[in-house]
């Protein structure tokens, strides 16, 4: 019996969707699957897509004729392809052009936009929403958005985050040294230096904890555009703030935080609250996008951009130590009830059979 052929096509591939691709493809292979992905070489480089055994085809994020030819050449003889993320998805349609093979979207995030851009932004997920098959989203909020824009299937998906591997147990101690925490509360934060994750607020925030004693050290991880801008008004405020850059050590140093903060305007199933979860550190997140129904009970949630409110959270649980031991142990609970990788690439192994079993192609195994 021939193998199910699949495509797999990332954009620029945030940390959450790289991540799931490098998952779904290695359980795909695990199932008999033949596998390509399409995506930046940086991509490859980061996440070893083909030492999983993918087919890896190098292609550039940028929508020329050069790069759609290499992407249309990637899917010639696919049965199914699966773009992850809105710019993947109308790259991938303008590629196929019209060709007789199922396309998949998965909405993994949204983008926000004003002016003309937003109107841009509206017809692309139009036409993202329209051409695809199937749409796949990663909160309920995604799923209904998709159906606005016209989407002909829209379903929920039940995305997991892979687990990280398992390490030796982590010196909180040295790694609060390392950091200039030692003796004061450490509240982690992470994600790219953006303005949708929202650390103008979090910086807000920050400067009514500079009443406390002791004042926490608020330690932000990750690179971005925003870097200047906060590092200015860090030094100008002199706020309680460091800005760590690009780490490779997440798990460790949340494992070492007393808090960790999501203050982002938009989420759908954030990769920092499934690993804050998952690891029993409380956690302080707005509620907005798919983040409620990810960490039910568990969180502390706030509205986006009330730095008040994120400061009164924050401040009321570094003084309640049983508060936090109840939301870390809420947190393990919560985790333990999401779907698994397994339950992932069990449902993306489903869609993939009901689109390509009325062209012949045969059921996967």
Same mark, same amino acid.
């Not at 945030?14 to 930046?40: D, E, M, Y």
């Not at 799923?143 to 030796?168: F, H, I, K, Y």
């Not at 450490?186 to 009443?211: F, K």
């Not at 808090?259 to 920092?272: C, D, N, T, Y």
């Given at each position: 019996?021939?193998?199910?052929?699949?495509?797999?096509?990332?954009?620029?591939? &945030?940390?959450?969707?790289?991540?799931?691709?490098? &998952?779904?493809?290695?359980?795909?292979?695990?199932?008999?699957?033949?596998?390509?992905?399409?995506?930046?070489?940086? @991509? #490859?480089?980061?996440?070893?897509?083909?030492?999983?055994?993918?087919?890896?085809?190098?292609?550039?994020?940028?929508?020329?004729?050069?790069?759609?030819?290499?992407?249309?050449?990637?899917?010639?003889?696919?049965?199914?392809?699966?773009?992850?993320?809105?710019?993947?998805?109308?790259?991938?349609?303008?590629?196929?052009?019209?060709?007789?093979?199922?396309?998949?979207?998965?909405?993994?995030?949204?983008?926000?936009?004003?002016?003309?851009?937003?109107?841009?932004?509206?017809?692309? #997920?139009?036409?993202?929403?329209?051409?695809?098959?199937?749409?796949? !989203?990663?909160?309920?909020?995604?799923?209904?958005?998709?159906?606005?824009?016209?989407?002909?299937?829209?379903?929920?998906?039940?995305?997991?985050?892979?687990?990280?591997? &398992?390490?030796?147990?982590?010196?909180?101690?040295?790694?609060?040294?390392?950091?200039?925490?030692?003796?004061?509360?450490?509240?982690?934060?992470?994600?790219?230096?953006?303005?949708?994750?929202?650390?103008?607020?979090?910086?807000?925030?920050?400067?009514?904890?500079?009443?406390?004693?002791?004042?926490?050290?608020?330690?932000?991880?990750?690179?971005?555009?925003?870097?200047?801008?906060?590092?200015?008004?860090?030094?100008?405020?002199?706020?309680?703030?460091?800005?760590?850059?690009?780490?490779?050590?997440?798990?460790?140093?949340?494992?070492?935080?007393?808090?960790?903060? @999501?203050?982002?305007?938009?989420?759908?199933?954030?990769?920092?609250?499934?690993?804050?979860?998952?690891?029993?550190?409380?956690?302080?997140?707005?509620?907005?996008? !798919?983040?409620?129904?990810?960490?039910?009970?568990?969180?502390?949630?706030?509205?986006?951009?009330?730095?008040?409110?994120?400061?009164?959270?924050? &401040?009321?649980?570094?003084?309640?130590?049983?508060?936090?031991?109840?939301?870390?142990?809420?947190?393990?609970?919560?985790?333990?009830?999401?779907?698994?990788?397994?339950?992932?690439?069990?449902?993306?192994?489903?869609?993939?059979?009901?689109?390509?079993?009325?062209?012949?192609?045969?059921?996967?195994?």
């Amino acid at each position: 019996m021939s193998q199910l052929r699949t495509v797999q096509v990332l954009g620029g591939g &945030s940390a959450g969707s790289s991540a799931h691709v490098g &998952s779904l493809a290695a359980g795909l292979i695990a199932r008999g699957v033949q596998v390509t992905v399409c995506a930046p070489a940086a @991509l #490859e480089r980061a996440y070893g897509f083909s030492a999983a055994g993918a087919r890896f085809a190098p292609v550039p994020r940028r929508a020329d004729p050069a790069s759609l030819a290499a992407l249309r050449a990637a899917c010639a003889d696919a049965d199914v392809v699966h773009a992850h993320g809105l710019h993947a998805a109308v790259r991938t349609a303008l590629a196929l052009g019209g060709r007789r093979v199922p396309l998949v979207f998965t909405w993994h995030t949204r983008a926000h936009a004003e002016g003309a851009r937003r109107r841009l932004l509206h017809l692309l #997920e139009r036409r993202a929403a329209r051409t695809a098959s199937v749409v796949l !989203g990663a909160s309920s909020d995604l799923v209904d958005r998709a159906r606005r824009r016209g989407a002909r299937d829209a379903r929920l998906a039940p995305l997991a985050a892979p687990l990280a591997q &398992s390490a030796a147990p982590v010196d909180g101690d040295k790694v609060r040294a390392g950091l200039g925490a030692v003796g004061r509360p450490l509240v982690m934060a992470v994600g790219s230096l953006v303005p949708q994750h929202g650390y103008g607020t979090l910086l807000d925030a920050a400067r009514a904890w500079r009443r406390l004693d002791p004042a926490p050290l608020v330690a932000i991880a990750g690179e971005g555009r925003e870097r200047a801008a906060l590092r200015r008004r860090i030094k100008a405020e002199d706020l309680p703030v460091a800005l760590l850059g690009t780490r490779e050590d997440v798990p460790e140093l949340l494992a070492a935080a007393d808090l960790v903060v @999501l203050p982002s305007r938009w989420e759908a199933r954030s990769l920092l609250a499934q690993e804050a979860l998952r690891a029993g550190v409380p956690l302080v997140a707005t509620a907005v996008g !798919g983040v409620p129904e990810l960490v039910g009970d568990a969180a502390e949630l706030v509205p986006y951009g009330n730095a008040e409110a994120l400061a009164r959270a924050v &401040s009321r649980l570094l003084d309640d130590p049983a508060e936090r031991d109840r939301l870390a142990a809420a947190g393990i609970r919560q985790a333990a009830g999401w779907p698994t990788e397994d339950d992932t690439i069990a449902h993306v192994l489903s869609v993939y059979d009901e689109l390509a079993q009325p062209l012949g192609v045969p059921r996967t195994r």
